[in-house]
C-alpha cells in the first residue's frame, strides 16, 4: 500500500526515459519532466495557469502514444519516452505551426529580453528553416487601452491571455472564438480592448510568450533598435524574412542574443512591493534609466503573476513634475522653498520650544501606513524615546483596530489567520462588508477561482451589489450597521440545531456558558425585523456555515467603519469558535488589511498604547527591555490616538503635529472639523512625495521619497514581511523618510546613526519577540516571513495550529451586545450614505490621479443612486447633486446603478475636491476610536445643472464579460483543419484548396 499524501493523493514511481522518479498521482506530467532537468519544448504551458493544450509542443510518448505532457496526469508505473525521432518531429511539426502566426523579427523586438517563449523554443528545437510559411492576419493592432496593446500578427494563438483572464483573474474579458476563420483573441466578444470590461490587471500581458501583447511603455523602448519608425521597421523586418531561406534562423537569432546581451547593460530588473493595498504583491520592476519599461510579476510568494491595474501599471506618479523637490517654509499664506538644513532646524527649533513650553505631550505624531516597517519603527522612537510621548498613531485607527481587538479579544493574536492559501482551499468563503474584488484585487482572483473551478461557496453581506456579491451563493443585504445581528443570530441558531463543533469548544474555547447566554436576544424572527433578510435565508447561511469543510471569513470597512466595529468583528470571531473554524487549514478570520503596509505601522508600535510587536506600553517588564535597548526613560501613560489629537488641537492642548505619508485632512472622517484643527496647530510638520490637501496646514513641508526610491520591508495582511529593493535613486532634493525621520532625531539630540535600514531591523528583531528571527538575510529577493518570527527564523503562515495565544493556550468566546448606529435616518436626513475604494483609485487618488491612463478612465467621482430614487427624484446619471449631512456639504455628479438600491447612495473615496469625509462625522467605535465612517445619513437636492456622465463608456464597468471555463481548447481540436501533430492528417477542406491526406508540411493553416 502507497503512503497517502492527503486528499487520495500517493507517492508513485514513473519511468522517464528509462530512469525511475518520484511522482504524485494526479500530478502534471509536464511538471515531473522539468523537475528531472530535461528540457522539452512547452510553449502554452504555465505552471500557475495549469494545462492549457494548445500548442502540442510538448508532445512525449507515453506507454508508446503521443500525449501532451502538461495535459497529462501522473499516474504509478507510466514509461514516459521524451527524446524519440516520433516525439522530436511531432514537436517541431507543432512548433512550426506556431511560427505560421508569427514573425520571428527578434533584433527588433522589444520582447528580445532573453525571455521570450517563442525566441528560446525556436532556438531549444534548432529550427532553421519555417515549413508553415507565416501569414499575416486580418485584424489591425488594438491600440484602444492605455497600457498595453494587442498584436494580432504576432499572436500565436496559445491562449495563455484567455486562460489568465478567464480563471486566474477571472475578469472573463478574453476568449478565441476557435470557430471563426481568422481566430484570434477577443475582448468581450469582439470589442476593441478600450471598450471592454477589461480591468487592466495586466494578467494577460504578464503571460503572453511573445510580443502579441505588450505594455506600452515598453514598445520601441526596451530594444536598441525598436524605436526606429513603423516603415523602416517593416523594412528591417523584410529583410530577416529574406535572409531566411539562405542563413537559417540559427545565425538570425545570434544576432539577436546579442542585441539581448547589450540590453542587459540598460535594463534594470529590480525586486519591489507594491505601494498600494495591503495584498503585498511583489514584483520586478524594468527600468531604463528613470523610465518603468514594465512591471514584471512572476513568483510574488502572495501574488505569482498576478496583479491588479494599480500595481501593474500605476507608477507614473513617481516621475511626475508635481513631486515636491524642495522643502517648504511657510510665510503668512505662502509657502517658500527652503533648503534641508534651514527646515530641519526649523523643525528642531520649534518641537524643543513646545517641548520646553508645554511639555513633551504637547506634540504628537502620525506614522504613515504607506512607509515602510522601519519607518514606522523610527516614528514611534522618535516620539518615545526623544520627544518624550505616546502621542503616535497611524491609520491603522481608520480602518483595521476594530477587527484587531476582535481578534485579541477572542484568540490572542490580531493578525489574519492564515495565507491566502487557506482562503483558496476553503469550502465556503465568507465576505462581510467588503468589496473585495476592488478593495484587494489579487486577493479576490484567488476567491473568485476557487468558486468558479473548484466548487468552493461564497456567502457575501454586503448593501451593495458589488461583484462578489454578483458571484455570491448568496448575497446578503442587512441593513445598514446589523451585521452583528445577522452574525449573532446564525450562530444562536447553529447552537440551538445541535450544529456547534462542541468537542473543539470543550477543548480550545473558554467562556462558553456566557457566550450561550449572550445569544439569546439573536432569534432568527429579530433577525429578520432589525436586518430585513428572510429567516429562510438566514437559516441556509447558518446551515452552510456549520457543514462546510473550512471557512473562511473576510472583512473589511464594512464591518470595522461602524460603531458597533469591534463588536461586530468579535462577533465574527466567535461564530468561527463556535463551528470549530479555527486551527485547521482552509478556516479561520481575514481582516482585509487596506494599505499596502497599515499591518506594519500597527506591528511596528505606531500607536498610543502598544510598542512595537504589540507590547503595552503599561507594562514595566516591556517598557525596561525597551529603555535598556535605547537607553532612556520612557513614559508610561498611553497617549493620544489620531482621533483624540484632533480632539484635543480644538481644546488647545496639542500644539504641535508631525505627520509623514498620510492625507489625514481628507481621510479622516469629519474633515472639516480636522481641518479646522489642523489650521489652529502652534506647528505643523508634513513630510510627503506631493503637496497633498494636509500640507495645506503645515508651517514645514519636508519632501520624501516614494517607495521605489528605498529600502525597506512592508508587512502585508497575511502578515507576510517582504523587502522592497530601491528602483531609482531619490528625485534630486528629496530624501527617503527614514532618513529624514533620523535628521529630525538627531538635530533633536539624539544619538541614532542607521546607515541602512537593516540596521533599524535588526533593532526591531532584538526587542521585539514578534520579530525575533526577521532579518533581512532570510528576506533576501522573493522570500518572506509570517509574524510571529522565532529566533531560529520559523514563521507561522498559518495560526493558531498548536494553541491559541493566550497563557493557557485556549481561546475565549467574548459576549457581545448590538448597538444602534450612530447616525439612524430621519425626515431630515433622509438617505443612508455608504463610501469606499474603487479598484483604480487608491483611497483620495494622490497618486493614482497622476497616473495618465487612470485618469483617463476614471477621471473624477461620483454618487451611485438607485434607478428607483432616480426615478423618484428626476435624477438622471450625470445630474449635479448637493449632498449634505449633519457634518458638511459636496457637490457631486449622479450615477444611477443597480449596484444600490432604494434609498442608499454610495460614494466612492477618489477625490480631493468632493471628499466624502466632509459627510462623515466625529462619532467612533468607542472601543478602538475607529470613526463610523460608514454610519452616515445625508440629504440630497437635485440641482439644475447636468454634466456628462462622471464615468467614460471606455471605463470597464460598461463592458459585457464573456465567461467560460478557460480556453475552450476541445473547441480547437474540433477545427476540420485541425490534427493532432506526429498523427496522420485527414483530408480536408481548406480555404478552397484540397490537401491530400497525409501531407503535413507546407499547409496555408497553422492549428
Ligand atoms: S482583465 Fe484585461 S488586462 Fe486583465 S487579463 Fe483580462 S483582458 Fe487582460
Ligand atoms: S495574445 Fe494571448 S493567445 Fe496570443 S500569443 Fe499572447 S498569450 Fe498567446
Ligand atoms: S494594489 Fe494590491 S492587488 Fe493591486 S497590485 Fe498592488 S498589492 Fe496587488
Ligand atoms: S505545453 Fe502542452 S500543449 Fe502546450
Redesign the pocket.
Known amino acids: 500500500m502507497l503512503p497517502e499524501l492527503g486528499k487520495g493523493i500517493y507517492m508513485v514511481k514513473i519511468i522517464i526515459d528509462g530512469a525511475s522518479y518520484d511522482a504524485k498521482t494526479g500530478e502534471h506530467l509536464i511538471d515531473v519532466i522539468n523537475r528531472t532537468g530535461k528540457e522539452i519544448p512547452q510553449v502554452?504551458y504555465h505552471p500557475q495557469l495549469g494545462p492549457i493544450q494548445t500548442c502540442d509542443t510538448c508532445l512525449v510518448e507515453i506507454d508508446g502514444q503521443l500525449a501532451r505532457a502538461c495535459g497529462t496526469s501522473v499516474s504509478a508505473g507510466m514509461q514516459i519516452v521524451t527524446g524519440s525521432a516520433k516525439t522530436e518531429s511531432a514537436r517541431r511539426e507543432a512548433f512550426d505551426r506556431i511560427l505560421g502566426n508569427h514573425l520571428l523579427y527578434c533584433t527588433v523586438c522589444d520582447n528580445n529580453n532573453g525571455n521570450c517563449t517563442v525566441h528560446n523554443t525556436t532556438k531549444l528545437l534548432g529550427v532553421e528553416h519555417q515549413q508553415i510559411p507565416y501569414r499575416p492576419k486580418p485584424d489591425p493592432v488594438d491600440n484602444t487601452n492605455p497600457f498595453y496593446r494587442?498584436d494580432p500578427d504576432?499572436?500565436?494563438?496559445?491562449?495563455?491571455?484567455?486562460q489568465a483572464c478567464q480563471t486566474l483573474q477571472v475578469n472573463e474579458t478574453?476568449s478565441?472564438r476557435w470557430e471563426d476563420d481568422h481566430p484570434r483573441?477577443l475582448w468581450d466578444g469582439g470589442k476593441t480592448i478600450g471598450e471592454s470590461s477589461c480591468v487592466s490587471c495586466g494578467h494577460?500581458v504578464t503571460?503572453?510568450?511573445?510580443n502579441?501583447?505588450m505594455e506600452k511603455s515598453m514598445v520601441g523602448q526596451a530594444g536598441y533598435m525598436t524605436a526606429i519608425p513603423h516603415n523602416a521597421l517593416s523594412g528591417m523586418i523584410d529583410v530577416v524574412k529574406g535572409i531566411e531561406p539562405e542563413l537559417g534562423y540559427g545565425s538570425i537569432l545570434k544576432v539577436s542574443e546579442v542585441e539581448a546581451a547589450m540590453r542587459k547593460d540598460r535594463i534594470r530588473r529590480t525586486k519591489t512591493v507594491c505601494t498600494y493595498c495591503g495584498v503585498g504583491c511583489s514584483y520586478e520592476i524594468w527600468t531604463k534609466d528613470r523610465h518603468i519599461l514594465k512591471v514584471e510579476p512572476s513568483e510574488g510568494p502572495a501574488n505569482g503573476v498576478s496583479t491588479c491595474v494599480k500595481g501593474k501599471f500605476g507608477w507614473d506618479f513617481v516621475n511626475n513634475e508635481d513631486r515636491l523637490t524642495s522643502p517648504l517654509i511657510r510665510e503668512g499664506e505662502t509657502f517658500r522653498e527652503a533648503t534641508w538644513d534651514e527646515a530641519l532646524g526649523l523643525v528642531a527649533t520649534r518641537l524643543s520650544e513646545i517641548k520646553q513650553e508645554d511639555g513633551s505631550d504637547a506634540i504628537a505624531l502620525i506614522a504613515s501606513s504607506k512607509g515602510t516597517n522601519e519607518e514606522a519603527y523610527l516614528m514611534q522612537k522618535l516620539a518615545r524615546a526623544v520627544i518624550g510621548t505616546n502621542n503616535i498613531d497611524n491609520c491603522s485607527r481608520y480602518c483595521q483596530s476594530p477587527a484587531t481587538m476582535g481578534l485579541f479579544r477572542t484568540v490572542g493574536h490580531g493578525g489574519d489567520t492564515g495565507s491566502f492559501k487557506e482562503l483558496e482551499r476553503a469550502g465556503l468563503v465568507v465576505i462581510i462588508g467588503s468589496n473585495t474584488a476592488e478593495s484587494h484585487p489579487v486577493l479576490a482572483t484567488r476567491i473568485k477561482r476557487a468558486h468558479k473551478l473548484h466548487g468552493q461557496k461564497m456567502i457575501v453581506s454586503d448593501l451593495r451589489r458589488n461583484e462578489m456579491a454578483e458571484r455570491a451563493d448568496i448575497h446578503l443585504k442587512p441593513q445598514p450597521g446589523t451585521d452583528l445581528i445577522w452574525l449573532g443570530a446564525v450562530s444562536r441558531y447553529i447552537l440551538d440545531n445541535g450544529l456547534a463543533k462542541m468537542d473543539f469548544i470543550d477543548q480550545w474555547v473558554n467562556g462558553f456558558a456566557e457566550y450561550k447566554k449572550s445569544l439569546e436576544p439573536f432569534t432568527m424572527g429579530y433577525a429578520e425585523q432589525v436586518c430585513g433578510i428572510p429567516i429562510k435565508t438566514l437559516q441556509t447561511v447558518a446551515e452552510m456555515i456549520a457543514k462546510a469543510d473550512g471557512v473562511c471569513v473576510c472583512w473589511a470597512m464594512g464591518i470595522t467603519q461602524h460603531t458597533n466595529a469591534s463588536d461586530s468583528s468579535t462577533a465574527i470571531s466567535n461564530l468561527l469558535l463556535l463551528t470549530g473554524n479555527y486551527m485547521r487549514p482552509g478556516a479561520g478570520s481575514y481582516p482585509l488589511r487596506g494599505h499596502n503596509n497599515v499591518q506594519g505601522a500597527a506591528d511596528m508600535g505606531a500607536m498610543p498604547d502598544e510598542l512595537p510587536g504589540y507590547q503595552p506600553v503599561d507594562d514595566p517588564e516591556v517598557r525596561a527591555r525597551f529603555e535598556k535597548g535605547w537607553g532612556i526613560t520612557l513614559p508610561s501613560a498611553k497617549g493620544l490616538d489620531n482621533h483624540e489629537m484632533v480632539e484635543a488641537i480644538l481644546e488647545g492642548k496639542l500644539k504641535a503635529m508631525y505627520l509623514y505619508g498620510e492625507e489625514m485632512s481628507l481621510v479622516d472622517s469629519n474633515a472639516n472639523l480636522v481641518q479646522d484643527a489642523f489650521s489652529k496647530l502652534e506647528f505643523f510638520v508634513v513630510q510627503d512625495i506631493f503637496f497633498s490637501q494636509t500640507c495645506r496646514f503645515a508651517n514645514v513641508v519636508l519632501p520624501a521619497a516614494p517607495s521605489l526610491e528605498k529600502e525597506g520591508t512592508f508587512t502585508n495582511t497575511e502578515r507576510r514581511i517582504q523587502r522592497l529593493y530601491q528602483v531609482f535613486e531619490p528625485l534630486t532634493g528629496t530624501k527617503p523618510d527614514w532618513q529624514i525621520i533620523q535628521e529630525v532625531a538627531k538635530r533633536l539630540g539624539a544619538d541614532w546613526s542607521y546607515n541602512h535600514p537593516s540596521e533599524i531591523m535588526r533593532e526591531i528583531a532584538s526587542l521585539a519577540p514578534l520579530f525575533a528571527g526577521v532579518t533581512y538575510e532570510r528576506l533576501e529577493g522573493w522570500k518572506s516571513l509570517q509574524w510571529p518570527v522565532h529566533p531560529d527564523g520559523t514563521d507561522e503562515p498559518l495560526l493558531f495550529t498548536e494553541r491559541f495565544n493566550f497563557s493557557d493556550g485556549k481561546a475565549r468566546f467574548f459576549p457581545v451586545a448590538w448597538s444602534e448606529p450612530a447616525e439612524p435616518l430621519d425626515a431630515e436626513f433622509d438617505l443612508h450614505l455608504n463610501n469606499g475604494r474603487l479598484l483604480e483609485h487608491f483611497h483620495e487618488g494622490n497618486m493614482t490621479y497622476r497616473v495618465e491612463g487612470i485618469r483617463e478612465k476614471t477621471p473624477d467621482t461620483w454618487v451611485e443612486i438607485s434607478p428607483q430614487l432616480a426615478a423618484k427624484r428626476g435624477i438622471e446619471t450625470g445630474r449635479w447633486v448637493e449632498l449634505t449631512s449633519r457634518h458638511g456639504r459636496v457637490r457631486v455628479r449622479a450615477l444611477v446603478t443597480q449596484r444600490v438600491q432604494g434609498h442608499e447612495l454610495y460614494m466612492p473615496m477618489n477625490s480631493t475636491e468632493s471628499p466624502v469625509n466632509r459627510l462623515t462625522g466625529s462619532h467612533t467605535d468607542p472601543v478602538t476610536h475607529t470613526p463610523a465612517y460608514k454610519d452616515t445619513s445625508v440629504k440630497m437636492r437635485v440641482l439644475p445643472e447636468k454634466g456628462q456622465s462622471p464615468l467614460p463608456k471606455t471605463n470597464y464597468r460598461f463592458g459585457h464579460p464573456t465567461p467560460q471555463r478557460g480556453v475552450e481548447v476541445e473547441r480547437k481540436w474540433k477545427r476540420p483543419d485541425y490534427w493532432m501533430p506526429g498523427t496522420q492528417r485527414p483530408p480536408v477542406k481548406t480555404n478552397n484548396i484540397n490537401l491530400p491526406s497525409g501531407e503535413n508540411h507546407g499547409s496555408v493553416d497553422s492549428f
Open positions: 502554452c494587442y504576432q499572436c500565436i494563438l496559445c491562449g495563455r491571455c484567455v478574453l478565441i483573441v494577460c503571460v503572453c510568450p511573445c502579441a501583447l
